[in-house]
């Protein structure tokens, strides 16, 4: 039996479609403890139309969340994460936010994308990107329905994950990035024995030579415990330039004096709506690890 090197392209649970050389495998993987996610590269071992994956090699980036108790892969091998949102239904900033937060954790770009912009809701809905934007956050405005040539060239030369909320038209964006992805969705997804839903599996399409797209399935939620209060912090792209200039190297950033983050914040050089949300999502954490 053959040992091939190929990249997942399609994941559900632990079935696998890895592009090889060859062809395309559907997959398993070896023992309960391997794993692999979208856009990993592994070793495969085939046998017959079948194959199954022996090794994961080394990874640029691993995008996850995790709550107290489970953490969940989601991409690897990811260069920028695009958050999809929508004028209507109203999205979450906060589920946003922790997307890009653990995005910058694994040092990987981050842009909105904000689509369904013929509605009339699309002015405040840009207006509610605006705490991201004048950070520095890149901001795409489209119709997925009509016209979705505004994005390409923000996703050249990247390995984009497609992340956002259910009814932002993602799977309409990816339709019209890639025609025809119905129809090969319906064949990953009988592959992959996870139904006919194009929500059910991450899939990777490769848009030319030096582009690949990640299109993940919607999320209501996105933990951020697998951060401590470091990384946390760091995670703040704005923040940066304070950490490890408070009075205290102990400052958790509340309401101890000399806290650079709260000057920054009533000098107006931090939003205060961002050190809140850092302080919510420390809470949270702490209030989670003390029910473990």
Known sequence: MAVLTGQVVAAFSRRFIVATAA???P???RGRHLRAVCGDQVE???DGDAGVIEAVLPRASLLYRSDAFKSKAIAANVTQLAVVVAARPSFSMELVQRC???????GIASLLVLNKADLPETPAARARLDLLTRIGYPLVTLSALSDVTPLQPALRGHSTLLIGQSGMGKSTLINALFPG???ATAEYSEALDSGRHTTTHTRLRRLDAVSTVIDSPGLQEFALQHLDAGALAHAFVEFRPYLGQ???RDCKHEVEPGCRLQEAA???EIDPARLQLFRSLRRLQQNAAQRL
Not at 100 to 106: K, N, P, R, T
Request: proline share 0%; charged share 30%.
């Open 27 to 29: 997959c398993q993987v």
């Open 44 to 46: 495969v071992r085939r």
């Open 23 to 25: 062809g395309e495998l």
């Open 246 to 248: 408070c009075r205290f």
């Open 266 to 268: 009533a000098a107006g």
């Open 100 to 106: 890009i937060l653990a995005a910058e954790d694994q």
């Open 181 to 183: 992805a119905d129809a």
